[in-house]
């Protein structure tokens, strides 16, 4: 790849991030967001880890061509269930408890982005399908966010066995100090 590429390469992944970061700004600062700060999920917080799925997911809608609003908003709000795993368990058994995560928290995202954001359909089929197998997306981007979050999660989850794991999660995802 040539100087000149490069750089016309990092112009426009900086412009990427500046039109991302003015779009998260409208959600972000929310205060009822912004406790999303205090919830862990696997070796981040809720909150860093809807920011980093928003972000790379806001990139891929730009290299397609899809609608890059939805999915932005959609991407921050799909894990906006506002409580921490450990004090909704109910069971013993920390696979059913698991599992009942798994099927109730974007139903609970959904109510609660519904309570302090208007949303359109394709946001709203973003939250409530992120979880895929469990909710079917309707749309290239609800499709796109579920992808992004496994990837993430994944990668966060075995951040856990990592002894760098502060560094490693803090370096690489900028944008989850919005």
Excluded: W
């Amino acid at each position: 790849m040539t100087k000149r590429r490069r750089k016309l390469r990092r112009r426009r992944n900086l412009e990427i991030s500046r039109e991302f970061i003015e779009l998260a700004e409208t959600v972000v600062h929310h205060p009822e967001y912004e406790k999303m700060k205090y919830i862990s999920h696997h070796s981040a917080s809720v909150y860093a880890h809807s920011v980093n799925v928003a972000y790379y997911s806001y990139k891929i809608a730009c290299k397609l061509g899809l609608d890059k609003t939805s999915i932005a908003r959609g991407g921050l709000l799909h894990d906006f269930y506002l409580y921490k795993f450990d004090e909704r368990r109910t069971s013993k058994h920390l696979l059913v408890d698991a599992f009942k995560h798994t099927l109730n928290h974007p139903r609970e995202a959904l109510r609660n982005a519904e309570k302090y954001y208007n949303l359109n359909q394709t946001e709203r089929n973003i939250i409530v399908s992120h979880m895929f197998p469990v909710g079917l997306p309707k749309s290239p981007e609800a499709m796109i966010v579920s992808m992004v979050d496994k990837g993430l999660a994944t990668y966060e989850y075995l951040l856990n066995f990592s002894q760098k794991r502060e560094a490693l999660y803090e370096s690489r995802f900028v944008f989850a100090k919005i």
